[in-house]
RNA sequence: GCGACGGUCGUCCAGUUUGGUCUAGGACAUCAGAUUGCCAAUCUGGUAACCCGGGUUCAAAUCCCGGCCGUCGCACCA
C-alpha cells in the first residue's frame, strides 16, 4: 500500500528528506531538508519545469529577493489580508478566527477588516465566550503569516516574502524593457516562499520554508482569445472539476463551452497538464478544480486549483490564478511608477492582467515519490519507478565480480561517463542486492559489466520496471543514455 | 494554537506497568573481511540509540514537571 507512512520511512532511509535542525531538541515544526538524492529529484523536477514550461513556451526566468521592503506588502495586499483577527481564550489558550467566530456565534455579517476595537466592542456586546471552556476572551489581535525581519541597525521593517511572484510584479517593468518584451509575456521564477503557518504537518505537504516555481503570464486582457500558440494545444486534454463533477474534455472544447473563461488561460493551463505528465503523476489522479468565490484568494477573479490524489486525498499543487490587474495596479499606486505598457499589435497602452501559475514544488515531489513507489510483491522488491528525467541516478554501473580485471573496465565506464550523465557505481554486495538498492531510489537502467565485456565489449543494460536485460556496446552507451533523456 | 496519545541505533521493534539484572537486546539496513558470482545468498566481526532541560531517589530509558517534535481530532490554510 502506497500511504503517507511508507514514503515517509524510505525518505528517512534513503536521504530524501528529513526534518532541519534535528540534532537539537529545540528544532522548529514545518521545517525539513532535501538530503542528496532529494536535492537530486528537486533539481530533476525544476530542470525539467525549464525545458517543458520554459523554453517551450519562450519564458523569461529571474531569480529575485526573498526579504523585500514594507511597502511590496502594503500593495500587494499582504499587510491586511494576510492577517487574521484572532481571539484567544484567557482559561486554556484556545484561539480562534474572530470574525469567522463572532459571524457563527450571532448570525451577524462581520467584515474581515474590522478593527480590533470594534471586535472587542462585539465580544462584549454579545458576551461571547471560549467555545472550549467558557472562558473569557484576550483583547483580540492580529497574527500575520509573514515573517517579520529587521534590517540594518535602525531595524528597517521588512519581510520574507510569502510568495515568489512579488518579486516578479516590482520587477515587471525593468524585464519589460530590457528583454524587449512583447504581450503575452510570460515570466518564470522559482525559489523559496516563507509562511508562517500556525499548524504545520506532514513534512512537505505544509511548510513554513517551502519552495514555488511562478509563471506570471503578463497579458492585453483585451486579447486573451487573440493567441495563434493555441492551436499547438487545442487537443491537450484536461480534467475540470466543476461544481462537484468532473469532465474529461479538450482544452479547445473548454473555452467554446465558457468552462474555460479563454484561450490564453486554457493555453497556459494545457502546457501545465502536459509538463506534470512528464514528471511520472498518474494524470487519471490529478484534476483542476475550479474554486468557489468564497475559497479564492483575495486576488483572484478566476481560480482553479492543479489538484492530485494522493494516500491523504486530494492535494493542491498548483494555483492558477486569473489576478486581473490587481497586482499591477497596487504596485502603480503605491510606488507611483507607471506600469502600463504598449501593445504594438494595435499601439494602444495597457496595464497587463496577469495569469499566474503558482507551482508547490515540495508537494509536486512528494506527490511523484508516493505516485511512483511501488511494492512488486513477486519479486520482493520496492521500486519508486520515477520518469528517467527525474530519477536521482539514471544508470547504476556495477561489476558483475571484482577480479578478472571487471572491476578496472567497470571504473573506466564509470569515468567515461560519470560527467555527462548522473551515473552511480557499486561494487559492494552480491549483484542482486545492488539492483534492490538502486530500484529503491528510482534509478530505471544498471549496466553490468561481466566476463564477456572482456571479450567484446558489450555491457548488460537492465531495465528497472521489466527486470529484463540486454546486451549493447560500449560505445553505444551514451547514444543509448542520450535517447533515453532526450524523448519527447 | 487547544485536546488526546506518543518519542529507544539509519529503519522497525523489545525493555517502562512494579526504578536496580540495561555495561540497553533483536531484526532489517550499513561497514570490513572471507566465500560466491546475474536478481535482497552464506559466515565472521564492527559501527550505531534511551528527544532536551529540570526534579524525586542511594539508584531513572522507566516516576514527576516544563519544553520540543510526531500522529490524530478541532481550529487554521492568505
Redesign the pocket.
Known amino acids: 500500500m502506497k500511504t503517507?507512512e511508507t514514503v515517509m520511512?524510505l525518505a528517512?532511509?534513503r536521504g530524501f528528506y528529513f526534518?532541519s535542525c534535528e540534532i537539537y531538541?529545540?528544532?522548529?515544526?514545518?521545517f525539513w531538508e532535501y538530503g542528496p538524492t532529494g536535492t537530486k529529484i528537486k533539481n530533476n523536477f525544476i530542470e525539467l519545469w525549464r525545458r517543458e514550461l520554459l523554453r517551450r513556451d519562450d519564458m523569461i526566468e529571474i531569480d529575485g529577493s526573498q526579504i523585500m521592503s514594507r511597502s511590496v506588502f502594503v500593495a500587494s495586499g499582504?499587510l491586511d489580508?494576510?492577517t487574521?483577527p484572532i481571539l484567544k481564550c484567557k482559561n486554556?489558550?484556545?484561539?480562534?478566527?474572530a470574525d469567522?467566530y463572532i459571524t457563527e456565534k450571532t448570525g451577524k455579517d462581520v467584515p474581515e477588516l474590522l478593527s480590533g476595537n470594534e471586535i472587542d466592542k462585539l465580544v462584549n456586546q454579545y458576551n461571547l465566550k471560549c467555545a472550549?471552556c467558557k472562558g473569557t476572551f484576550h483583547e483580540s489581535s492580529r497574527f500575520n503569516?509573514m515573517f517579520k525581519v529587521e534590517i540594518g541597525p535602525s531595524k528597517e521593517e521588512a519581510y520574507l516574502r510569502?510568495?515568489t511572484c512579488q518579486t516578479i510584479f516590482v520587477d515587471f517593468s525593468r524585464i519589460f524593457k530590457t528583454m524587449r518584451g512583447r504581450l503575452p509575456l510570460a515570466v518564470a521564477q522559482v525559489g523559496k516562499s516563507f509562511?508562517n503557518?500556525?499548524?504545520?504537518?506532514?513534512?512537505l505537504l505544509?511548510l513554513r520554508e517551502f519552495y514555488q516555481a511562478e509563471i506570471e503570464v503578463f497579458c492585453n486582457p483585451n486579447r486573451l482569445n487573440d493567441l495563434p500558440k493555441f492551436e499547438q494545444v487545442k487537443d491537450t486534454r484536461l480534467t475540470l472539476f466543476i461544481d462537484n463533477s468532473a469532465r474529461d474534455i479538450s482544452a479547445q472544447e473548454a473555452v467554446e463551452q465558457g468552462l474555460l473563461p479563454n484561450k490564453l488561460v486554457a493555453y497556459y493551463m494545457s502546457l501545465l497538464a502536459m509538463f506534470y505528465s512528464r514528471t511520472g503523476l498518474s494524470m487519471e489522479r490529478t484534476r483542476f478544480r475550479k474554486l468557489s468565490d468564497d475559497?479564492k484568494?483575495?486576488y483572484a477573479s478566476t481560480a482553479f486549483d492543479f489538484e492530485v490524489e494522493t494516500s491523504?486525498g486530494w492535494l493542491e499543487l498548483v494555483a492558477c490564478n486569473y489576478r486581473s490587474d490587481y497586482d499591477l495596479s497596487k504596485h502603480a499606486a503605491i510606488s507611483k511608477q507607471n506600469l502600463n505598457v504598449i501593445d504594438p499589435s494595435n499601439n494602444t497602452k495597457v496595464l497587463p492582467h496577469i495569469f499566474e501559475l503558482s507551482m508547490g514544488i515540495d508537494r509536486s515531489i512528494y506527490s511523484i515519490l508516493e505516485h511512483s513507489y511501488y511494492e512488486d510483491l513477486e519479486?520482493?522488491?520496492?521500486v519508486l519507478k520515477l520518469v528517467p528525467q527525474i530519477a536521482p541516478i539514471l544508470v547504476g554501473i556495477f561489476p558483475?565480480?571484482?577480479?578478472d580485471g571487471l572491476r578496472e573496465k567497470a571504473q573506466e565506464i564509470h569515468a567515461m561517463l560519470k560527467l555527462d550523465y548522473p551515473v552511480f557505481y557499486d561494487e559492494?554486495?552480491?549483484?542482486?542486492?545492488r539492483?534492490?538498492?538502486l530500484e529503491?531510489v528510482g534509478a530505471p537502467f544498471a549496466l553490468?559489466i561481466?566476463n564477456q565485456t572482456m571479450n567484446d565489449d558489450t555491457v548488460?543494460i537492465?531495465y528497472r520496471d521489466s527486470?529484463?536485460?540486454e546486451r549493447i556496446k560500449v560505445s553505444d552507451i551514451a547514444k543509448v543514455l542520450d535517447t533515453i533523456i532526450k524523448s519527447k
Open positions: 503517507y520511512k528517512l532511509e526534518p531538541s529545540d528544532a522548529l515544526a514545518g499582504h489580508n494576510f487574521d486554556c489558550g484556545s484561539t480562534f478566527r469567522r472550549s503569516m510569502p510568495e509562511r503557518e500556525i499548524a504545520p504537518r506532514q513534512s505544509r475559497e484568494a483575495f491523504n519479486s520482493d522488491r520496492v558483475l565480480v571484482t577480479k559492494s554486495g552480491s549483484i542482486g542486492r539492483y534492490r538498492r529503491e553490468t561481466d548488460t537492465r527486470m529484463k536485460q
